[in-house]
């Protein structure tokens, strides 16, 4: 009787482990790629406050702002509070299972341009909530979409740039916000 051979395949053929291997190779690549505009000094400094304007400060005071502004501030605040505490939850729970380590940690070839706030990498929680509480924003308010959605992405790429995610740390942490903010206004 002739054995019957298994093994896991994406949809184009190549076995599962060859194409995650070739994906964590581009992951890799492109993070060191990305990082070495750090190593000019204006870029390393512009990035540094975008990342910096990306914590958890000033978020809080703009979803503080929402009710002075907004004859539906309160529904905006509250939403995009639960999601800055789901946000935070999610970010810290998958930090904690997968103890990814940060990329100049990884790589030689990679240089960190500001101190990172924990010692994991995975998903990226700047990214997480400048996404999802754009998307709030935005949904609420959509005239902001034009100073949130670039700020938004400069706070991804910030990152990257800076040697303290990986580009996937960065999709994930923008999936997850993206997903629940999406939840919260369903």
Same mark, same amino acid.
């Given at each position: 009787?002739?054995?019957?051979? $298994?093994?896991?395949?994406?949809?184009?053929?190549?076995?599962?482990?060859?194409?995650?291997?070739?994906?964590?190779?581009?992951?890799?690549?492109?993070?060191?790629?990305? @990082?070495?505009? *750090?190593?000019?000094?204006?870029?390393?400094? &512009? %990035?540094?406050?975008? +990342?910096?304007?990306?914590?958890?400060?000033?978020? =809080?005071?703009?979803?503080?702002?929402?009710?002075? %502004?907004?004859? @539906?501030?309160? =529904?905006?605040?509250?939403?995009?509070?639960?999601?800055?505490?789901? !946000? $935070? !939850?999610?970010?810290?729970?998958?930090?904690?299972?997968?103890?990814?380590?940060?990329?100049?940690?990884?790589?030689?070839?990679?240089?960190?341009?500001?101190?990172?706030?924990?010692?994991?990498? %995975?998903?990226?929680?700047?990214?997480?909530?400048?996404?999802?509480?754009? =998307?709030?924003?935005?949904?609420?308010?959509? =005239?902001?979409?034009?100073?949130?959605?670039?700020?938004?992405?400069?706070?991804?790429?910030?990152? *990257?740039?800076?040697?303290?995610? &990986?580009?996937?740390?960065?999709?994930?942490?923008?999936?997850?916000?993206? +997903? $629940?903010?999406?939840?919260?206004?369903?």
């Amino acid at each position: 009787m002739k054995k019957l051979k $298994l093994h896991s395949t994406t949809p184009t053929g190549f076995p599962l482990q060859q194409w995650a291997s070739a994906a964590i190779q581009w992951d890799h690549h492109s993070s060191i790629q990305i @990082n070495r505009a *750090v190593h000019i000094q204006a870029i390393r400094r &512009f %990035f540094s406050i975008i +990342s910096k304007m990306g914590d958890g400060p000033l978020w =809080t005071a703009a979803i503080l702002c929402v009710p002075v %502004f907004a004859d @539906n501030g309160w =529904t905006a605040m509250f939403q995009m509070s639960l999601m800055a505490l789901l !946000g $935070l !939850g999610i970010y810290k729970l998958i930090k904690h299972f997968t103890s990814r380590p940060r990329p100049f940690v990884q790589h030689r070839e990679i240089t960190l341009g500001c101190p990172p706030l924990d010692q994991f990498s %995975f998903p990226s929680g700047h990214t997480l909530h400048a996404v999802g509480l754009t =998307t709030l924003f935005c949904y609420h308010f959509p =005239t902001v979409g034009v100073l949130l959605v670039p700020f938004a992405a400069l706070v991804a790429l910030s990152r *990257v740039i800076l040697g303290l995610h &990986f580009v996937s740390d960065v999709l994930m942490g923008a999936g997850i916000g993206l +997903s $629940l903010a999406l939840l919260i206004i369903s």
